[in-house]
Nanobody, 124 residues
Framework: QVQLVESGGRLVQAGGSLRLSCAVSGRTFDGYAMGWFRQAPGKEREFVACINWSSGIAYYGDSVKGRFTINRDNAKNMVYLQMNSLKPEDTAVYYC?????????????????WGQGTQVTVSS
């Protein structure tokens, strides 16, 4: 059974940094795309970043480009999201997703598996 478990979310001041982790298990993820999305109250789930598990090629949403970095550790079955220069508008629940196609998909509907989410709150 595929499981994705996010962790690392907490309250942080604007300008600070945070690293989110996503532990994946239940199968091999070769060829998958692993993505991070976020959802603020009353808003749609928004694409943040994704990375191909095999190639390591990453892609970012415009709102986080230059501030966030996605990477993965194949040996540990972990996906990370390093977030720097955080802003209050980054406040949201952050979700880790897995897409079997491995393509760069920026809509949540293309993803096959999801974690439960982790709350990130950025205070001004």
């Amino acid at each position: 059974q595929v499981q994705l478990v996010e962790s690392g979310g907490r309250l942080v001041q604007a300008g600070g940094s945070l690293r989110l982790s996503c532990a994946v298990s239940g199968r091999t993820f070769d060829g998958y795309a692993m993505g991070w999305f976020r959802q603020a109250p009353g808003k749609e789930r928004e694409f943040v970043a994704c990375i191909n598990w095999s190639s390591g090629i990453a892609y970012y949403g415009d709102s986080v480009k230059g501030r966030f970095t996605i990477n993965r550790d194949n040996a540990k079955n972990m996906v990370y999201l390093q977030m720097n220069s955080l802003k209050p508008e980054d406040t949201a629940v952050y979700y880790c997703g897995a897409d079997r196609s491995g393509a760069t998909h920026i809509t949540q509907y293309e993803y096959d598996y999801w974690g439960q989410g982790t709350q990130v709150t950025v205070s001004s």
